[in-house]
């Protein structure tokens, strides 16, 4: 666990003003606008983000203290959670739908407001999600299961068996819904608007807080997985920008190259001397402001006139 303290240049005793006036001038520091690390301004960021908060400050506090006590996180607890949840009848938490996002490396680049379009399982609209009309299951009293033992003596087995007259749902119905026929759900389609930052890279993750699939009187969340594709003749590899410049003839006879940049076109002087396998390099100007650059990979084009 990164020390978020340690990260702001402050104490654990410190006070929230004290805290804000160090991410301040952290974040002015390192700010990418004014030539700072990328992944340094979002470090500075999240740690303000957990501590400039009283009430995550202290559950960061406490799980640093115990990691599995207090708040933190137990790689136990789920588990035992919901073994003890189906136990006594009760409902776990709907699993999160995962889809990947494609973003080109152009819009990745600049960041911005981007629209997703998906299909999930939305409550029906017309038995708000209940199948139809429901009755407790007369067979296991509502519990969906029995509870079984065998053996005697200090050695006994115990085991939940799934109730098959409500195959474990705990009621049956009287009226079925005659738009979701008992399934609760109907397919729709959902427009979701996320704001992406600016540099987002591949493998990173956005989480929709109820944006996934109806079950169980509740929605799921959604988990998008950002995947980095070619957009406009750019790549990305690592933090460089690759651009695929198709050279003609008549490029040859040019004094300057322009390339279109996403911060605005580049005109770069022609070198003397071009090698289809050797890409041109043109510092600073890669995926992030500092560190990173763009390399030209040039396709020779040529059709010969008939």
Sequence with gaps: ????????????????????????????????DKGGDENTFKKISEAYDTIGDDGKRQQYDSQRR?????????????????????????????????????????????????????MRNDKCDVCAG???????????????????????????????VTCNSCHGKGYTYTKVCYSCHGEQTSIKMVNLDVELPRGVDDGTFFKSKGGGDYNNGSYADILFKVEIKPENNFEKMGSDLIYNYDLTIDDLQNEKLI?????????????????????LRVKGKGFYPNGSDLYLKFNFKYQKSK
């Design 1 to 32: 666990m990164e020390n978020y303290y340690d990260i702001l240049g402050v104490s654990e005793t410190s006070t929230q003003d004290e805290i804000k006036k160090a991410y301040r001038k952290k974040a002015i520091e390192h700010h990418p």
């Design 66 to 118: 115990d990691p599995f006590g207090g708040g933190g996180f137990n790689p136990f607890g789920d588990m035992f959670g919901d073994m003890f949840a189906n136990m006594n009848g009760g409902v776990r938490k709907n699993p999160d739908k995962m889809m990947d996002l494609n973003i080109g490396v152009v819009e990745a680049y600049t960041g911005g407001r981007k629209s997703i379009n998906y």
């Design 130 to 160: 209940t199948g139809g009309d429901r009755q407790n299951c007369g067979t296991c009293g509502g519990q969906g299961f029995f509870v079984q033992r065998a053996g005697n003596g200090f050695f006994q087995t115990i085991q939940r």
């Design 259 to 279: 390339v279109p940049h996403p911060d605005g076109d580049l005109s770069i002087n022609f070198p003397d001397e071009i090698e289809t396998k050797k890409p």
